[in-house]
T-cell receptor
Framework: NAGVTQTPKFQVLKTGQSMTLQCAQDMNHEYMSWYRQDPGMGLRLIHYSVGAGITDQGEVPNGYNVSRSTTEDFPLRLLSAAPSQTSVYFC?????????????FGSGTRLTVV | AQSVTQLGSHVSVSEGALVLLRCNYSSSVPPYLFWYVQYPNQGLQLLLKYTSAATLVKGINGFEAEFKKSETSFHLTKPSAHMSDAAEYFCAVSDDRNTGTASKLTFGTGTRLQVTL
């Protein structure tokens, strides 16, 4: 199993550009989430999904959009990149409510906005 | 809303010494609790989880944690540190245990463990 796959691993954007961070999992997990990691702040939840067609906002959703058309994929879209979105982004997936085994994380995307 | 506090952003121990990383949680419902480890330039790996009545939880790499409801704590310990344990450790709490959803994790700010010779 590949687990949770994130692409790209590194990206540099100019302010105002848009892009999509890709996330795919092959474990048939119901739950998927996007987090950003910034020094001294731990991981903060951006958006999450409890199943295909269902998404909701997390702690820091502004400037980001998500959709979940399939169980496997959960892309994160930056609408108009800003330097404050420079961060490391992690996608994670988990089984649903009857199996709280914890999230499996991807290896991350390091994004720099200049 | 739930929250997690990790005391000490940096902890340094000698190789072979006890490792103790502290985590206190705040939750209005009985929580699920997790410890994750992050090695440099990598994602997070699950160390252990508390999801049941067993208050002492054993995880990978010799780590364990004890859930203490009266102290709202879930401290991570390892009897003897190894150089390979040097990493950043995150405590996390999930929501809605009573409803069984546990769909979101709230993380602490992390503790960087340094292991010296």
């Amino acid at each position: 199993n590949a687990g949770v796959t994130q692409t790209p691993k590194f990206q540099v954007l100019k302010t105002g550009q848009s892009m999509t961070l890709q996330c795919a999992q092959d474990m048939n997990h119901e739950y998927m989430s996007w987090y950003r990691q910034d020094p001294g702040m731990g991981l903060r939840l951006i958006h999450y999904s409890v199943g295909a067609g269902i998404t909701d906002q997390g702690e820091v959703p502004n400037g980001y959009n998500v959709s979940r058309s399939t169980t496997e994929d959960f892309p994160l879209r930056l609408l108009s990149a800003a330097p404050s979105q420079t961060s490391v982004y992690f996608c994670a997936s988990s089984y649903g409510p009857r199996r709280p085994y914890g999230y499996t994380f991807g290896s991350g995307t390091r994004l720099t906005v200049v | 809303a739930q929250s997690v506090t990790q005391l000490g952003s940096h902890v340094s121990v000698s190789e072979g010494a006890l490792v103790l990383l502290r985590c206190n949680y705040s939750s209005s419902v009985p929580p699920y609790l997790f410890w994750y480890v992050q090695y440099p330039n990598q994602g997070l790996q699950l160390l252990l989880k508390y999801t049941s009545a067993a208050t002492l939880v054993k995880g990978i790499n010799g780590f364990e944690a004890e859930f203490k409801k009266s102290e709202t704590s879930f401290h991570l310990t390892k009897p003897s540190a190894h150089m390979s344990d040097a990493a950043e450790y995150f405590c996390a709490v999930s929501d809605d245990r009573n409803t069984g959803t546990a769909s979101k994790l709230t993380f602490g700010t992390g503790t960087r463990l340094q292991v010296t010779l």
